[in-house]
């Protein structure tokens, strides 16, 4: 992780009212990866559970960083070092303090699955009448979100933030750092199940962030969610979703194509895309967009204009085979709305189903990859292949259809390279750590 700073003299002057301390050299970019590190950066040594930032000070030095913020001093390392208690804390106190020295409208983005297309389709709408900031890559994290932070400056009047959590707590935390005046949950799922224990716990957490909203801010909520209604805020509430209650009420219509027109309120807003997933993100984003002033024929525009990250349900068409890359994380209810946009794509050809494990389930991660299995055998997958452990139950529960286990990916690679044929297309899904976008790579190219 690693930004430039957008006013390295201001951050100076900062840092010194903070740590009472000030390197030499002039500050213009802060990294919590040494490998990633340029001359001028603020090397912050982080200390997790696996890695020491400390051990890297050499790497840092050998960069030309201008300075490592340390909670203790190498002195077998030529290279001026600040010492303060704790960096993590340190950079979060830089991080909030220079927020909080901006006028920006925050807004704040959480849920189980949709959070970056949403985050990224609200930056993309706003862009067309504001400078706006948000979250790059997966910056999201106690870690990462202070990072965005620091890259606001004075010309940026709107800020979409993304926000992760693995723990109670952490939704909260991040909403002290960054102050939002509105907020988006987008859904509540069986995700991070190995930390939270428990569905209820991921609802709660990820209410903290309509607890930590303002009186004279908004709340936007999904009342298609259950799980969602029941959540208190001090906010103003506007609701939207596929019932006609809704604040933001609407309905989907597809063209022979398969592709899906959302009518929102009476109003047209074609998504371009047979993923009725993004549809959902696409209601999400118009919502908010519209009720935060932005007119919707620039909504209309800028959807028609959105083209989606690599590796969160990204189609395009390699070969003759479409190829839908959704490869970036996976939790139970995202693999099953996956599996439904396989067969919302009309082709001439077989699909495929190319399964990765989904992580951090816990103890559901059997029962959730079988239900994965159950769900490729119910729709009649043409050939589900699936790669690691603990996708090995779901290619077992996968009755009556062509279904295979692999424990590697070359060998999957290999035995997809002799089915896929022009005409065909792929889904692949996974969680992230699985790295399944390497046999998109394989298969298809770069």
Not at 52 to 59: A, K, S
Not at 165 to 194: E, F, K
Request: glycine share 8%; proline share 4%; net charge negative.
């Amino acid at each position: 992780m690693r930004i430039d700073l957008p006013d390295p003299e201001r951050f100076m002057k900062l840092f010194y009212e903070i740590t009472s301390q000030q390197p030499e050299a002039k500050i213009t970019g802060v990294t919590l990866d040494s490998r990633e590190a340029r001359p001028g950066d603020l090397f912050i040594a982080m200390v997790g559970e696996r890695v020491d930032g400390h051990q890297f000070l050499p790497q840092a030095s050998g960069a030309q960083c201008s300075a490592a913020l340390v909670s203790e001093r190498d002195d077998g390392v030529d290279f001026p070092q600040i010492v303060v208690e704790d960096p993590a804390a340190t950079v979060s106190q830089l991080a909030t303090t220079w927020r909080r020295s901006h006028s920006v409208e925050v807004t704040g983005i959480t849920g189980s699955n949709g959070k970056t297309t949403t985050k990224d389709l609200l930056i993309h709408i706003f862009s067309v009448r504001h400078v706006v900031h948000g979250t790059r890559g997966n910056y999201n994290t106690h870690l990462g979100l202070p990072l965005t932070l620091l890259e606001l400056d004075s010309l940026h009047s709107q800020s979409f933030l993304e926000m992760g959590a693995n723990h109670r707590g952490d939704i909260g935390y991040l909403c002290s750092l960054s102050l939002p005046r509105h907020g988006l949950i987008t859904n509540i799922a069986p995700a991070h199940l190995s930390s939270f224990g428990s569905v209820e716990a991921v609802r709660e957490t990820k209410g903290e962030l309509f607890e930590a909203l303002p009186e004279n801010g908004i709340a936007f909520i999904n009342s298609d969610d259950e799980l969602l209604k029941g959540l208190t805020t001090p906010a103003e509430k506007v609701t939207y979703g596929f019932n006609p209650e809704c604040n933001f009420s609407g309905d989907m219509s597809r063209n022979n194509k398969g592709l899906i027109t959302l009518i929102v309120n009476g109003e047209k807003l074609p998504t371009g895309s047979a993923n009725q997933t993004f549809a959902k993100n696409v209601l999400a984003a118009s919502a908010a967009s519209s009720t935060l002033g932005i007119p919707w024929e620039d909504i209309q525009h800028q959807v028609a204009t959105f083209s989606a990250v690599a590796g969160r349900c990204r189609m395009e068409k390699r070969n003759g085979v479409i190829v839908i890359d959704d490869t970036y994380n996976a939790n139970l209810i995202s693999t099953l709305a996956a599996l439904d946009y396989l067969f919302d794509i009309p082709v001439t050809g077989k699909r495929h189903f190319i399964f990765g494990d989904m992580l951090e389930l816990g103890v559901a991660s059997k029962d959730h990859h079988r239900q994965v299995g159950q769900a490729a055998s119910e729709r009649g997958v043409d050939q589900f292949m699936c790669y690691g452990p603990e996708s090995a139950a779901a290619a077992e529960a996968a009755n009556g259809i062509e279904a295979e286990h692999f424990d590697d990916k070359d060998s999957l690679a290999e035995a997809l390279k002799d089915t896929v044929i022009e005409g065909d297309v792929a889904l692949f899904k996974a969680s992230r750590g699985m790295e399944l976008e390497s046999v998109i790579k394989q298969v298809f190219g770069n």
